[in-house]
């Protein structure tokens, strides 16, 4: 284990999550929420993909469309079937 996370492959990865409960949108239970990106998160229960809102509140309300992510945070677009 004495080269572990410094290879080609382990040395630039960084994983950063957050857990919170809410509210899911799809199966309407109080459930746990992983995040997939800053604002991006998945329900454990039924594994669907929903987004954070906060305005004023935080409210979770369904993803739309192919999820395309990218390294900064603002430039996650959203297709929907289309390219």
Do not use: W
Not at 13 to 41: D, M
Not at 43 to 52: N, P
Not at 69 to 79: A, E, F, M, V
């Amino acid at each position: 284990m004495d080269g572990f996370g410094k290879g080609k492959f382990g040395a630039g990865l960084e994983i950063s999550t957050q857990v919170v409960n809410g509210k899911c949108p799809f199966c309407t239970t109080n459930s746990i929420f992983v995040s997939l990106h800053p604002t991006l998160f998945r329900c454990i229960t039924c594994g669907g993909d929903i987004e954070q809102k906060v305005n004023g509140k935080i409210s979770y309300i369904p993803a739309g469309g192919k999820i395309i992510l990218g390294k900064d945070p603002n430039t996650r677009s959203s297709h929907n079937g289309k390219t």
